[in-house]
């Protein structure tokens, strides 16, 4: 089965090399970026209101490997992929909690940014507690 997905918009951070970003977003809660979605998709942020967290999926469209094993960043034991938050996975899919400051027209401004200027946003939900 092969699926194919379209980003809805793009991340505009001032994060431009992999060095730069914070581990988690948790770790940034002060560093600030946007998410320009496509004018096709605008209708979809009626709802979305400031103060409010939201899941941001998006792609690590700069990973090109994907092993199983994997040494975590804080740990010197291999363990496997689907138990860390690393960005080499085998679909490149990434998801990270912020905090929406500001929505204008197409553009989502939010804090606690963990992602590269250029990154492919795939879709948004509402974190529910």
């Known amino acids: 089965m092969e699926i194919t997905v379209r980003p809805i918009g793009l991340i505009e951070s001032e994060f431009k090399n992999t060095a730069e970003i914070p581990r988690q977003s948790i770790y940034a809660p002060e560093k600030q970026a946007r998410l320009k979605l496509l004018d096709d998709y605008k209708d979809g942020l009626q709802g979305l209101t ?8 998006f792609y690590f469209h700069q990973s090109t490997e994907a092993p199983l094993l994997q040494k975590p960043c804080q ?3 291999i363990t496997g992929v689907f138990s860390i938050r690393s960005p080499h996975r085998p679909n490149h899919i990434g998801i990270s909690e912020v905090k929406i400051t500001k929505i204008e027209n197409n553009t989502i401004y ?15 939900k509402p974190v529910i507690s």
Do not use: N, Q
């Open 50 to 57: 400031c103060g409010s967290k939201i899941l941001i999926i």
């Open 75 to 77: 740990s010197d034991k």
């Open 110 to 124: 939010f804090t606690g940014v963990d992602m590269l200027d250029g990154t492919p946003v795939l879709d948004i």
